[in-house]
């Protein structure tokens, strides 16, 4: 155990010190961080030219819709093409979407329907970011180095995601809002650049049968992606644990945590930035700890342990009424996210092959685009009840994914 833990901080930060992962390390935050900043100039000068909620609901949805529609055909291409190249193209046309739409609104320009467009845009050209920024790890790094690069890749992307916004929002009260679209355009344009520089290794021929078809359509590459992720028992638990985790993430953490700061803690925003701080903070400590062990546990008994954890956690926020015990609760279920998912993707990256790995992230990536709305609705109409009963719908959802995987073996057995 001495040994362990003595060697793990120089395992964490064996990726680090390698040219490749620092570029790709470097331009995946940036890009993150951009996607933050452009939410909030996006919600911001709508605001600004409409003064309505219902158009910036519109620009929004204009955003994820064909961010959601695109990622199978993302994921597609990033199995034939060169993943690095569609990383690069994608950043370097977001950054001039960015541009032209802060130029139009310092010229003041812009209306709302240029505003839907230009979202609309960023979404479908994000589309194919996403998954390539998952499937080029292992042509980055050694197989050994999945583990820890995989964490340090997700502490900055959560951190990105807490600074973007913030950072933004900033930059938009000291200057006005196209300005944070000028900022966005640098964001990009630099993690184009940081990309573009990677050296990737060359990526090997296809090993299952039939993977080598040369004029294989669209579609049907998009259906061999979506049918090789379901008929294989381990890849079905791990996107549906995903996809169950998604649910369970985006409607009580938001709906959820609003109405326990509000209703139940009665501390208002501030409780509330407080519980979305330690969920964050929990799962950074978590990424770190993840990729600081190392090793290959079993997955999917760490699978079915998040699951119960997390329904746990739920349980607990729907009975107890004190700050203190729901910051620590929080607190813990962020920790064991971020644990988990570093060892899960890692087990991704390291047991697909590379000629469909691409799509595997994709169809995940959709289904939980899929659940994150839903949940938000089905939170919305709990709430209204009680946050008892939303917390324990969600608990019970999540004991029951952690009973489906554990009653799997070839899941259990997952290294």
């Not at 010190?17 to 100039?41: M, T």
Request: hydrophobic content about 55%.
């Amino acid at each position: 155990m001495a040994t362990t833990l003595a060697g793990a901080g120089p395992r964490l930060w064996a990726p680090a010190r390698q040219r490749p992962f620092q570029l790709l390390w470097l331009g995946q935050s940036l890009s993150l961080l951009g996607d933050g900043f452009s939410v909030v100039a996006f919600s911001w000068i709508t605001l600004e030219l409409t003064g309505s909620t219902l158009a910036l609901g519109y620009v929004l949805a204009f955003q994820a819709v064909p961010r959601a529609l695109l990622t199978l055909v993302g994921g597609s291409l990033g199995d034939s093409w060169s993943t690095r190249t569609l990383m690069v193209v994608s950043s370097w046309t977001r950054a001039g979407l960015m541009a032209g739409v802060g130029l139009a609104g310092l010229h003041g320009q812009l209306t709302v329907w240029m505003l839907c467009a230009a979202a609309a845009a960023f979404g479908a050209v994000d589309a194919f970011f996403q998954p390539a920024r998952v499937s080029i790890l292992p042509s980055v790094v050694d197989e050994d180095l999945l583990t820890p690069a995989n964490a340090l890749l997700g502490t900055g992307a959560r951190t990105a995601a807490v600074v973007g916004p913030a950072v933004g929002g900033v930059v938009i009260a000291v200057t006005q809002a196209p300005i944070a679209f000028l900022v966005d355009a640098v964001c990009f344009a630099l993690c184009g650049w940081c990309v573009a520089s990677i050296r990737t290794r060359p990526r090997a021929a296809p090993a299952r049968a039939g993977a080598a078809k040369e004029h294989t359509s669209l579609g049907a590459r998009i259906r061999e992606g979506v049918t090789y992720t379901f008929r294989d028992p381990r890849l079905r638990t791990i996107v549906a644990l995903d996809t169950a985790v998604n649910f369970c993430y985006a409607g009580p953490f938001t709906v959820g945590f609003a109405t326990l700061a509000d209703q139940v803690l009665r501390g208002g925003p501030a409780t509330l930035g407080v519980l979305n701080g330690s969920l964050a903070g929990g799962a950074i400590l978590g990424t770190l700890a993840g990729g600081a062990l190392g090793g290959r546990p079993r997955v999917g008994l760490l699978v079915a342990a998040l699951a119960g954890w997390l329904g746990a956690g739920m349980a607990v926020l729907g009975l107890v009424h004190s700050t203190a015990a729901v910051v620590a609760t929080v607190l813990a279920m962020g920790f064991a996210i971020g644990f988990q998912g570093v060892f899960g993707l890692s087990w991704i990256q390291r047991n697909i092959p590379q000629d469909v790995l691409s799509r595997v992230v994709s169809v995940d990536m959709v289904l939980g685009y899929a659940a994150a709305p839903l949940s938000l609705i089905v939170c919305g109409a709990l709430a209204r009840i009680d946050t008892f009963t939303l917390f324990a719908v969600v608990a019970a959802i999540l004991a029951g994914t952690g009973l489906a995987v554990l009653g799997s073996r070839a899941v259990r057995e997952m290294r």
